[in-house]
């Protein structure tokens, strides 16, 4: 059984970052972006532990294709996705997100 799923306020906001500049270069870009993140999203919810643990307690799903990794925590059936991490930016700059 898949968990549910839901992003911290800051999370959705990397998305909508991400993607509207991928949008500005290409649209395929784009649509690759969201569809990487998709597919790590529902491999995330459906086993959840597969993945590594990393920083604060969290996990991290490495995207296939894109320089970002999804950084999550579990909570009971719930996945919460804590950032859309680009591999550039100064590592564990969402720390402060999780309680």
């Given at each position: 059984m ?7 306020p ?90």
């Amino acid at each position: 059984m898949a968990h549910s799923v839901r992003f911290h306020p800051e999370a959705a906001e990397e998305v909508q970052a991400v993607s509207d500049r991928y949008r500005e270069r290409s649209a395929g870009a784009a649509a690759g972006f969201i569809a990487e993140l998709n597919y790590a999203i529902e491999r995330v919810a459906e086993l959840p532990e597969t993945w590594p643990s990393y920083n604060a307690n969290t996990r991290r799903f490495i995207f296939r294709v894109y320089p970002f990794s999804l950084v999550y925590r579990i909570a009971e059936n719930e996945i919460e996705i804590v950032a859309v991490a680009h591999f550039k930016r100064k590592p564990g700059y969402w720390t402060s997100r999780v309680d």
